[in-house]
């Protein structure tokens, strides 16, 4: 294909970004239900809601962010349009008008994934359930991934739904870091998780140590990737473009340059690059 009209592009872009986030959201309720705690040990699944950024709208409806009533919200609901029928249902659309040009394997895949899923009562869903639940649904995902790279021309059309999959994947990784792993400001306080960092790099009159930002951000990004540590430490100094350019500004060179150059320090931490470098080879 020489060229690729400009609606089937825009849905094979949101084809692969729905099922990603199918996928994503799946992951991370069951990570919830498995893994994570609060700082007394009980399950706190309102982050999952901040993730999202669906408070508002589900406490228009809930008075309390139950177990069960999250989990309903975000896997059966089709009153939310963050849920993962919503999202397959969404999915399921692209494809529809992606007929005449996409795989009939992938096609009936989808299809039949999704009834599957649409299918599913309130009661399947429930707490006690939700693993078999999620399994389901990353099975069905990845075998929509593996359908779509075994059966895709590797042309435009492959570009985008690729684009798709990949900015998903990064938007549902900032949101992450940004409502759970670096929430300085939620989970910081006296004797939060991470107060010990704002404290680490802010001197005894208040002022921020360039020398501590330069460090903190270094170590950091040699395990993540710079740009999420670059924006959590930009925050934590204040956030404030202004201040951080005139009166900071060797507070915030100090971020940029640990960000930078300490990224390429261990293999994770250079993980993003070595992405690019196999797409520039593979591409010629």
């Known amino acids: 294909m020489s060229r690729l009209l400009a609606r089937w592009a825009e849905c ?3 084809l692969a970004r729905y099922m990603e986030r199918a996928e994503n959201l799946a992951r991370l309720l069951e990570v919830q239900q498995t893994f994570a705690r609060d700082s007394r040990g009980a399950q706190d699944w309102g982050v999952v809601l901040a993730i999202n950024a669906d408070s508002a709208r589900f406490h228009a409806a809930h008075a309390e962010a139950s177990p069960a009533a999250v989990i309903r919200f975000y896997t059966v609901d089709r009153s939310n349009p963050t849920s993962i029928f919503s999202d397959l249902f969404a999915a399921r659309e692209n494809a529809r008008a992606l007929r005449p040009m996409i795989p009939t394997e992938l096609w009936m895949q989808l299809n039949t994934f999704y009834n599957r899923v649409a299918s599913l009562s309130p009661a399947a869903v429930s707490e006690e359930r939700l693993a078999r639940v999620c399994a389901l649904i990353k099975e069905g995902c990845e075998t929509h991934a593996g359908i779509a790279a075994g059966t895709f021309f590797r042309d435009e059309a492959w570009c985008f739904y690729q684009l798709g999959a990949a900015i998903e994947t990064a938007d549902q990784t900032t949101r992450l870091l940004d409502a759970k792993l670096f929430s300085f400001e939620v989970r910081g306080g006296e004797a ?4 010990a960092v704002p404290r680490a790099v802010t001197g005894a ?3 921020p140590l360039p020398w501590a930002y330069f460090w903190f951000s270094g170590v950091l990004s040699s395990f993540l990737d710079n740009a999420p540590t670059y924006l959590v430490f930009f925050n934590t100094a204040g956030g404030d473009p202004q201040v951080l350019m005139a009166p900071l500004a060797s507070t915030l060179a100090a971020i940029s340059a640990g ?7 261990t293999y994770i931490g250079n993980a993003p690059n070595f992405m690019v470098k196999a797409i520039a080879e593979e591409r010629g």
């Open 12 to 14: 094979l872009f949101w």
């Open 259 to 265: 960000s930078v150059f300490m990224g390429a320090n």
């Open 192 to 195: 939060g998780a991470f107060a």
């Open 205 to 207: 009159d208040g002022a």
